[in-house]
């Protein structure tokens, strides 16, 4: 190596401070109460249009296709209830 390169590499590698870490970083993010943890998988099968339409609706409401399902279950059960359609004019 020549005393040009021995310089420069000097010269890149000086006031260079690797340990960065702050206390507030090494706290981390507390842990979820267990009622709150996403730990059950429920499979399902969907054609590709049925997925490319989750797909667009998902970029459409900036939200995770699983977060759309979600609601959209939740609200057909809180709709339909235990004695059928529950909105204006529906036949039971």
Same mark, same amino acid.
């Given at each position: 190596?020549?005393?040009?390169?021995?310089?420069?590499?000097?010269?890149?590698?000086?006031?260079?401070?690797?340990?960065?870490?702050?206390?507030?970083?090494?706290?981390?993010?507390?842990? $979820?109460?267990?009622?709150?943890?996403?730990?059950?998988?429920?499979?399902?099968?969907?054609?590709?249009?049925?997925?490319?339409?989750?797909?667009?609706?998902?970029?459409?409401? $900036?939200?995770?296709?699983?977060?759309?399902?979600?609601?959209?279950?939740?609200?057909?059960?809180?709709?339909?209830? $235990?004695?059928?359609?529950?909105? $204006?004019?529906?036949?039971?």
């Amino acid at each position: 190596m020549g005393r040009e390169q021995m310089r420069n590499k000097k010269r890149l590698t000086r006031n260079f401070n690797v340990y960065t870490n702050k206390p507030a970083m090494a706290i981390g993010r507390p842990p $979820k109460p267990e009622h709150l943890r996403r730990s059950q998988l429920f499979p399902i099968r969907l054609t590709p249009s049925e997925m490319a339409s989750l797909e667009a609706a998902s970029r459409e409401l $900036k939200e995770s296709v699983a977060e759309i399902l979600r609601k959209g279950a939740l609200l057909y059960i809180r709709r339909k209830g $235990k004695d059928g359609p529950r909105t $204006k004019g529906e036949k039971q």
